[in-house]
């Protein structure tokens, strides 16, 4: 469905160590899609993938890293739509034989995500906290009221709630039909150096277990776990320097529970901005843009997973 989150990809330098360190913490799987694409799998189903950050990236300055996917119902319209609303198109509407279309764009304020549409019927995240997957989606911006206004006229997303973050700064809550996909802020001034970002959590069962196994693996961890109403939350970096969060937390209702309740805490606010800071800079992410391998990462994202594909 246009608006929902339905694939990520993580760039990073040592493909082979992320396999490794990612399916003792998430419980993923991984799919082979060729030989320069691993995709991750959850229930046997893929949901993201794996791209190889290579020296000429790294030489644009662009560092390990998460970024998510949001369906859209045109990839074409939804790019000219980015455009007039302000912002950038990093990689042009490409198609994925056989799979989908795709895009890489950056919001007004900076942040970067990809667009994508399926040649078949979607799988994308209904906004139910699901085990192993990305059940949370967070921005970090200059604005999040500019931010969320763009977002809201390309993908139809309405607010769902908000609230202090134990500073008097508001941690606002976004979604559709009344189901929360994450939450937005705008950055305080101690992080006014840092480039917007998405940051997305992954639902496990047990924060503390999932911390513990991640930091003798080699993760660095930016905000320890703390409890949240309903749940837990944790971030980290993984030993590569990409940033990601873990949660847990009962029904959709009890989202409150997941990322956006931590926003009752100041401290909450803090570590979570910095928790990415390395992979924050995600916005250089787009210049990933090589094209080719957006295509690349689409195309085999998507292929695999009949949702995605």
Do not use: C
């Not at 034989?97 to 667009?115: E, H, I, L, S, W």
């Not at 924060?207 to 513990?212: L, S, T, Y």
């Amino acid at each position: 469905m246009h608006g929902q989150f339905v694939w990520y990809e993580l760039t990073t330098p040592d493909v082979d160590a992320a396999r490794r360190f990612y399916p003792p913490i998430t419980g993923w799987g991984t799919q082979q899609f060729d030989k320069d694409y691993t995709m991750w799998t959850t229930g046997g189903a893929p949901f993201a993938g794996i791209f190889k950050l290579g020296p000429e990236q790294r030489q644009q300055g662009i560092p390990p890293n998460w970024m998510p996917y949001i369906e859209a119902d045109s990839v074409d319209e939804t790019a000219r739509k980015v455009t007039s609303l302000g912002g950038t198109v990093v990689v042009p509407p490409a198609d994925i034989p056989g799979t989908g279309r795709f895009a890489v764009v950056r919001d007004p304020q900076g942040a970067t995500f990809g667009v994508y549409k399926s040649n078949t019927a979607s799988r994308a995240w209904d906004g139910t906290p699901t085990l192993g997957r990305f059940s949370w989606h967070e921005l970090m911006t200059t604005d999040y009221k500019k931010a969320f206004d763009f977002y809201r006229q390309l993908f139809g997303w309405e607010k769902t709630g908000e609230m202090d973050m134990g500073d008097g700064s508001p941690y606002f809550m976004y979604g559709m039909k009344g189901t929360m996909y994450g939450g937005m802020f705008t950055r305080p001034p101690e992080m006014a150096s840092m480039s917007p970002f998405w940051m997305v959590y992954v639902n496990v069962k047990d924060v503390k277990k999932a911390v513990d196994i991640a930091t003798k693996a080699g993760a660095y961890v930016k905000q320890p776990p703390m409890e949240v109403p309903g749940g837990m939350i944790a971030i980290l970096g993984d030993p590569q320097g990409a940033a990601f969060a873990v949660h847990s937390g009962g029904s959709a209702s009890a989202r409150e529970t997941t990322p956006s309740a931590k926003k009752k805490s100041k401290s909450a606010s803090r570590p979570r901005v910095k928790a990415a800071r390395s992979g924050a800079r995600k916005k250089a992410a787009p210049r990933r843009k090589a094209a080719a391998k957006r295509k690349t990462t689409a195309r085999k994202a998507r292929p695999k997973t009949k949702r995605r594909s």
